[in-house]
């Protein structure tokens, strides 16, 4: 009887005890499947600045994806979800969208080519035409591209405009002739000597 009391003494504590820790986790679970918090707003914020924020109110922070985008510097968030504002459980993550800043493109070279070859190829790369300037040259033909900024090879933000110093073709000297006809030909002579020709007559 004594070895079976003892026994009886150690067994129920020990079932108390397992069933008693077993209602708490159970307990715990629901709990913790049922609260829920209200998602803040990270966009524009660091995933490190972020992942903080979230931190402080149980909600792992999860990386959907990185993209491109012009509007957002890089590394900062661009979108999330859950939207800022909804609720959702306590540790269920937040998933966000990485900016990887203005995607950049290669300058391509165009110097020595016409106004109208590079047309379609500013689209193709993704640049766009920008300040044309014109100026008188023999080095190149009329409407050769002679200089460009940004110079060719360089990497560029898309959409950046590239200027262009186009050539007019070398500039020619002409001179309109005057209607001489029945006027005194000392008075001719003088005029034609005040631009530079020598009249002869005989």
């Given at each position: 009887m004594t070895n079976d009391?003892?026994?009886?003494?150690?067994?129920?504590?020990?079932l108390f005890l397992n069933v008693f820790f077993l209602c708490a986790l159970v307990a715990s679970r629901v709990f913790l499947r049922g609260e829920t918090v209200?998602?803040?707003?990270?966009?524009?914020?660091?995933?490190?600045?972020?992942?903080?924020?979230?931190?402080?109110?149980?909600?792992?922070?999860?990386l959907r994806a990185r993209q491109f985008d012009a509007r957002w510097p890089k590394g900062t968030i661009i979108s999330q979800s859950p939207a800022a504002g909804e609720r959702l459980k306590v540790g269920r993550p937040l998933r966000v969208v990485?900016?990887?800043?203005?995607?950049?493109?290669?300058?391509?070279?165009?110097?020595?080519?016409?106004?109208?070859?590079?047309?379609?190829?500013?689209?193709?790369?993704?640049?766009?035409?920008?300040?044309?300037?014109?100026?008188?040259?023999?080095q190149y033909p009329a409407g050769r591209i002679m200089a460009q900024d940004p110079p060719a090879k360089t990497?560029?933000?898309?959409?950046?405009?590239?200027?262009?110093?186009?050539?007019?073709?070398?500039?020619e000297d002409k001179f309109v002739m005057p209607d001489l006809l029945g006027r005194p030909a000392?008075?001719?002579?003088?005029?034609?000597a005040a631009q530079g020709f020598n009249l002869t007559y005989g």
């Open positions: 009391r003892i026994f009886k003494g150690i067994l129920y504590p020990l209200v998602a803040p707003d990270v966009t524009g914020k660091t995933y490190a600045v972020a992942g903080e924020e979230l931190g402080r109110k149980r909600i792992p922070l999860a990485l900016s990887l800043g203005s995607e950049e493109v290669i300058v391509p070279r165009l110097v020595n080519r016409s106004l109208e070859a590079v047309t379609p190829l500013f689209r193709e790369v993704g640049l766009v035409k920008g300040r044309v300037s014109f100026i008188h040259t023999s990497p560029a933000q898309r959409d950046t405009p590239v200027d262009m110093l186009v050539s007019q073709g070398e500039l000392e008075a001719v002579r003088r005029q034609l």
